[in-house]
């Protein structure tokens, strides 16, 4: 059986974006009735080095848009990232999800041999086909970035379970007789 670079990375990030986008809405009521600024939750961290929630779901963002542009071989456009609240992450979410969605299936057609070159800080290159792209940097980057951003809303009494973060594959659960 052969699975498609679409489906090892398109088919993951847009459900996730989703439930990203769902939790972020929950943190959000959460906090207005917790009578808490939501806006607060913006800066929240789970520790002192890593980034807040803001730029966690700016880098989940980043990292589904610039995998679906090198997959789909188009030039990678970089987002100013200057959300500075829920409601504007919401958008950024939105955004990310069309531009991937605007992008046709047959794009990623041979992405899996295609080189690509990945500048990194200090001076350095990754350079991976597809596969490796998107199997062992991208998909994992952004689930990684996913996944605290939903740590930090747990971590901040948002009433979320594991079911909240795969509410997707929910669609796949049947009830045996």
């Given at each position: ?8 990375a ?30 607060e ?80 800080p ?26 605290i ?12 379970g ?16």
């Open positions: 059986m052969r699975v498609s670079i679409y489906s090892t398109i088919e993951t990030f847009l459900p996730i974006l989703r439930n990203l986008s769902e939790i972020l809405a929950r943190g959000q009521q959460h906090f207005i009735a917790s009578g808490r600024n939501p806006e939750l913006m800066q929240c961290r789970l520790a002192p080095d890593m980034f807040p929630l803001a730029k966690q779901v700016q880098q989940a963002c980043d990292k589904a848009r610039n995998a679906a542009a090198r997959l789909a071989d188009i030039a990678p456009t970089d987002a100013a990232n200057a959300e500075r609240t829920v409601d504007e992450l919401q958008a950024l979410i939105g955004q990310t999800i069309r531009y991937i969605e605007a992008i046709p299936a047959s794009a990623y057609e041979g992405a899996e041999s295609r080189i690509s070159e990945l500048p990194l200090g001076r350095r290159m990754l350079t991976v086909n597809g596969l490796q792209l998107a199997r062992d940097w991208m998909v994992p980057n952004f689930y990684f970035h996913v996944v951003a939903y740590g930090i809303l747990r971590h901040n009494g948002v009433d979320l594991k079911r909240d973060f795969l509410a997707h594959a929910v669609a796949y659960i049947r009830q045996l007789d």
